[in-house]
């Protein structure tokens, strides 16, 4: 995952005739993070989403090598599959090498439940389920969109630690957090800030 | 890639148990017939063959709503589009594992209609051969009117208005391959197939990302 890099350079975000956000700028090289604040609704998914390329940019650019991986509030897993198999699918889709899913069960301290179907899983079992999702998908930016949201102490460890291992990898971790997360000096950046003024 | 996609979809009807749906409303239209027009014999052979393209027809509109939408709110459309797959492979892979599971359980299931409407043989094997070239249309555009609709309100009936008027020529060339100049009627069934599905990967696949927000 060596050579993942995420550049936006003076991005705006318009969304339902109303600009969220604007003038954002945000070099990250590899090894690097990101930490997106800011209270509900100031954009902190919409920034992720344009990061992903599944959001229009209104103006600015947006330049980023490497794969990239989002965890957002849907879990896009079969419900009716057992949890092992339905990852298996996207890293099947991701050409993964054989040991990705069950690494990433071993990650998230996953792998006693890998044969439940995943519609039997916990809110915080299905949390840890996703981000086996994003680290079985080996690529190199991870975009979280409140990934301690529903975890507990324990698990908060894990995800902490599988963080510190992609960033030590080379990877990038881009973070929306209302939280502390576990992310060794991230680029904070207070979506507040750059919230438009309001013509009056 | 188109493989491994159509075959999760094509395991995911099967596990839904959707594929049986369409096979049971034909069956059951095709019962329910005889007791509505009468037991005339010949009756029933003159007009049964039509009435089992109706039912085709509409049996093609049942499983719309789990097409598209339940992949769009569980975010699976989502992750395949940040894996740099075009939404029209991902189409493409649906209408594969769609008509797999559409096309060929109606066709073996006109056979047992067939016989309950007392149709002759020759005019099974029509019916047989119109269904094998209108049922890719068929799905296609129940695919097409998926894409559509998916992420509204009371798609369903939304998804019927308007695949309705757009299936109308399959209906008219594929009842008319039972009648005289079935030939002619059958070239045009296998044009209008084939239009509707090689624009469905396209105009599905825009429908998807303009659907994104």
Redesign the interface.
């Known amino acids: 995952m060596s050579g993942a890099a995420l550049r936006l350079d003076d991005v705006a975000c318009l969304?339902g005739g109303r600009m969220l956000f604007r003038g954002i700028t945000l070099t990250i090289a590899p090894g690097g993070s990101a930490l997106l604040t800011g209270p509900n609704g100031v954009g902190k998914s919409s920034l992720l989403r344009i990061c992903?390329?599944?959001?229009p940019i209104f103006a600015g650019t947006m330049t980023r090598e490497g794969?990239?991986?989002?965890a957002?509030e849907?879990?896009?897993?079969?419900?009716?599959l057992p949890l092992a198999k339905a990852l298996d699918?996207?890293a099947?889709?991701?050409r993964a090498k054989d040991s990705a899913v069950d690494d990433a069960l071993g990650a998230m301290a996953l792998k006693p439940i890998a044969d439940v179907p995943v519609r039997m899983l916990s809110t915080g079992q299905r949390k840890r389920a996703m981000l086996a999702r994003v680290i079985a998908s080996g690529a190199g930016i991870w975009l979280l969109d409140e990934p301690g949201n529903g975890l507990d102490s324990a698990s908060l460890a894990l995800l902490g630690g599988a963080v510190a291992a992609h960033l030590a990898g080379g990877g990038i971790v881009v973070a929306a957090s209302h939280q502390p997360l576990p992310l060794a000096a991230p680029v904070m950046l207070e979506l507040t800030d750059h919230q438009a003024v309001e013509a009056a | 890639m188109l493989w491994l996609l159509a075959s999760r979809d094509l395991a995911s009807a099967w596990r839904s148990a959707g594929l049986w749906l369409p096979v049971a409303f034909l069956l059951l239209v095709a019962s329910l017939y005889p007791f509505a027009v009468g037991p005339d014999a010949v009756l029933l052979a003159r007009t049964g063959g039509g009435m089992l393209w109706i039912a085709a027809l509409l049996a093609s509109l049942l499983p719309v709503d789990r097409l598209i939408a339940p992949d769009r709110d569980a975010g699976v459309l989502d992750q395949i589009a940040l894996r740099g797959i075009g939404e029209e492979m991902v189409v493409l892979a649906r209408l594969i594992a769609h008509w797999l599971g559409f096309g060929p359980p109606l066709m073996i299931a006109t056979l047992p209609a067939a016989a309950l409407l007392k149709l002759d043989s020759g005019t099974i094997l029509m019916l047989e051969a119109g269904l094998l070239i209108g049922t890719p249309a068929l799905a296609a555009l129940g695919l097409l009117v998926a894409t559509l609709t998916a992420g509204l309100r009371s798609s369903g009936a939304l998804a019927g208005l308007l695949a309705m008027p757009l299936a109308v020529p399959l209906l008219i060339f594929g009842a008319g391959t039972l009648g005289d100049g079935s030939g002619a009627a059958l070239k045009f069934l296998g044009a209008a197939s084939l239009l509707l599905v090689a624009i469905t990967p396209f105009a599905g696949g825009a429908a998807i990302r303009a659907g994104r927000e």
Do not use: N, P, S, T
């Not at chain 1, 992903?52 to 959001?55: D, P, Q, S, V």
């Not at chain 1, 794969?67 to 989002?70: F, K, N, P, S, T």
């Open positions: 969304r992903a390329g599944l959001l794969g990239v991986a989002l957002d849907r879990l896009a897993l079969d419900m009716e699918f996207w099947r889709i991701d």
